[in-house]
């Protein structure tokens, strides 16, 4: 099942969706991404017919369902906190969709012990919800929708309340109802890192508006502004002159620094013949190396470390260069052990200019 | 004294005064029941007794059946929708609990002897309301349906309305989500609403005794003796209503007890 949205507008207090356009394509895994407040629940509670839009469509299968009442749109949900019914054991709440459908006892059984098998909850079967942990509760409100078997399924936040093993086992399970049954999904969450271990697509979305949506790789190599790039873990973002621009390299002046960034991405507009323009620019913290004066980079800077935050796996290092800028570093956690840095230890840090991504461009041609 | 010692002075101060409520409300009804307890097998034995607390019984319990048609219904539409004039009617729900029951009885009658509009159009269909048992029913719906509208609203209000709109995601109709989510989920502020308005109208002489004399109900014969044969023979159709009214909340409150059983968790989370 196919679904359009063509410019959506609602505002209800301080939120509102302004303008949404997307299309989430028949079996396609879609995810929103976007911090809290974004409008995402909203837009889920749009699409199901919770609230009405102001203006615009959505359309399923090209059929506009605006005026569709919310039972017979077809459209599976779950809600962000569960909200499995406390009144039902997880099997009548698994049931209830197929018993609304008028499902024969011996086939609605079976249904329900297959799915529940699925998600490695039919040992929990006789239980409430109330004696249930926040994993499970998330386990059970999916095999509630995915008894149904709808064609599109909303997920609000669905992996936010469970622990990483739970998530991995949702994850694949949502990717292979994606690829057996031809399932689309769409999919909101404020975490990165879920959207992209999961999408086929991603949008960006801020204040109720979507600000660039594609694939996961086009997402994260080509961030179309500051906010998608901050949101995307591009730490390292600064304002610079560009100083030149030719053969597609671009030099640009960082209050003394001349960083070497590749013209190109959605942000770069181009620079003409004797044009000097400001931009922004940004660098993933994963993309800049701690390493040494002899090697040969495009971009290489001496700096001190100024400081460092333990994360586990990986340490953020924190490298002040000799122009006063400074520069967030990712590393392993073995990597930093073995690099021996400490705070004020004189260090080198490269990267290379595809690695520099111009978010925007301003400025008018040189006098 | 271990007790007092290991207790807080505000704890200590919230549990004498506590006790003394306990006692202020305990004590009529237990002297009551203990001054009139060799005389209740007597009084169940006088047949206009027996008569007038059938025909209390069977009111209430009418009562509360047609509050519960008219209030529940009333209560979801307060607790979900908003609509031009709410909070004017509102407000207004509450009005019969403040004003005097007699005066309640009063504006009653006023609308519904056969001599005004509508008692006279309910009069032509044979339905009259003075001196009738629907005359009766009128008086303690009028008092009580209140508290079954504002029990039941509490109880809609608590419903996370989400959780209905999930149920509707699943292909219910507002019908059926209400059927099978919302009124079950309410049921415990529902059954709380029906105990309050049974008993406000078991008890309720005010509104009753100006709009329907007869049949006679238990709280106009418990006045009627007091008034023409005094205490002594009053006492102990006293004790029969207030053990009656003892008897009714027990059987209510193990019901609610049974009714929040899937609320609370039978295992520990994992």
């Not at chain 2, 002075?9 to 203990?34: C, E, K, Q, T």
Request: net charge neutral.
């Amino acid at each position: 099942m196919s679904l359009k949205i063509e410019g959506v507008n609602r505002s209800c207090g301080d939120l509102s969706l302004k303008d949404i356009r997307l299309e989430v394509r028949s079996g396609e895994y879609f995810v929103i991404l976007g911090p809290t407040g974004a409008g995402k629940t909203m837009l889920l509670e749009t699409i199901m017919g919770i609230h009405r839009q102001e203006s615009g469509r959505i359309l399923l299968d090209g059929l506009d369902i605006t005026d569709i009442p919310t039972e017979r749109r077809g459209i599976g949900y779950v809600p962000q906190q569960s909200l499995l019914f406390p009144h039902m054991t997880v099997r009548r709440n698994v049931e209830f969709g197929l018993r609304i459908r008028g499902m024969p006892a011996a086939q609605l059984r079976a249904k329900t012990d297959r799915v529940l098998a699925e998600l490695g909850i039919l040992d929990l079967s006789d239980r409430f919800p109330a004696s249930l942990s926040g994993g499970e509760m998330q386990k059970v409100a999916l095999a509630r929708v995915m008894a149904i078997e709808p064609r599109l399924v909303l997920l609000d936040e669905p992996l936010s309340a469970t622990d990483p093993e739970t998530r991995q086992m949702l994850r694949d399970y949502l990717k292979r109802r994606q690829s057996e049954a031809g399932t689309s999904f769409l999919h909101v969450t404020h975490d990165q890192i879920e959207a992209f271990s999961i999408a086929n697509r991603i949008a960006v979305m801020r204040d109720g508006m979507i600000m660039q949506t594609g694939s996961p790789k086009e997402i994260a190599s080509n961030p179309k502004n500051e906010f998608v790039a901050r949101f995307l873990g591009y730490e390292n973002i600064f304002n610079g002159q560009v100083v030149r621009c030719s053969n597609g390299l671009l030099e640009v002046d960082v209050g003394g620094a001349i960083i070497k960034a590749s013209a190109g991405g959605s942000g770069w507009r181009g620079c003409g013949e004797g044009e000097a323009l400001k931009c922004v620019f940004g660098i993933r913290s994963d993309d800049i190396h701690i390493t040494n004066p002899d090697v040969e980079s495009e971009n290489l800077f001496k700096g001190i470390v100024e400081g460092y935050a333990d994360l586990g796996a990986i340490v953020k290092v924190s490298v002040r260069i000799d122009r006063g800028h400074i520069f967030h570093v990712v590393l392993m956690a073995n990597a930093f052990i073995g690099a021996n840095l400490d705070r004020g230890k004189t260090v080198w840090i490269a990267f290379n200019s595809r690695s520099v991504k111009v978010l925007s461009t301003t400025g008018a041609l040189n006098a | 004294m271990s007790w007092l010692r290991t207790r807080s002075p505000f704890m200590i101060a919230s549990a004498v005064l506590g006790a003394g409520m306990v006692i202020f409300l305990m004590l009529p009804i237990a002297s009551s029941i203990v001054g009139s307890a060799t005389g209740i097998p007597g009084a169940l034995e006088d047949s206009g007794t027996r008569n007038a607390i059938i025909t209390s019984v069977y009111c209430a319990s009418l009562s509360m059946l047609f509050t519960m048609i008219f209030g529940i219904p009333l209560a979801y539409i307060f607790a979900r929708y908003s609509f031009a004039g709410k909070n004017f009617i509102e407000p207004l729900i509450d009005l019969p609990i403040f004003i005097p029951h007699n005066a309640a009885g009063i504006a009653l009658l006023m609308i519904l002897t056969p001599n005004s509009m509508i008692g006279g159009f309910f009069n032509k269909l044979g339905i009259r309301f003075v001196d009738s048992v629907i005359g009766i029913v009128v008086a303690m719906a009028f008092v009580s349906a209140p508290f079954m509208i504002r029990s039941a609203q509490d109880a809609f209000i608590s419903i996370n309305p989400a959780m209905e709109h999930v149920a509707r995601s699943l292909g219910a109709s507002e019908l059926q989500v209400f059927r099978h989510v919302s009124f079950p989920l309410a049921a415990r502020g529902v059954l709380t609403g029906c105990l309050l308005t049974w008993a406000r109208s078991m008890s309720e002489f005010g509104a009753v005794v100006i709009l329907a004399y007869y049949p006679i109900t238990a709280p106009i014969d418990l006045y009627d003796t007091f008034v023409t044969e005094g205490l002594s023979r009053a006492l102990p159709i006293n004790g029969l209503l207030i053990m009656i009214a003892i008897v009714i909340l027990i059987a209510f409150s193990r019901l609610l007890t049974r009714q929040s059983r899937f609320l609370r968790p039978t295992e520990g989370r994992s």
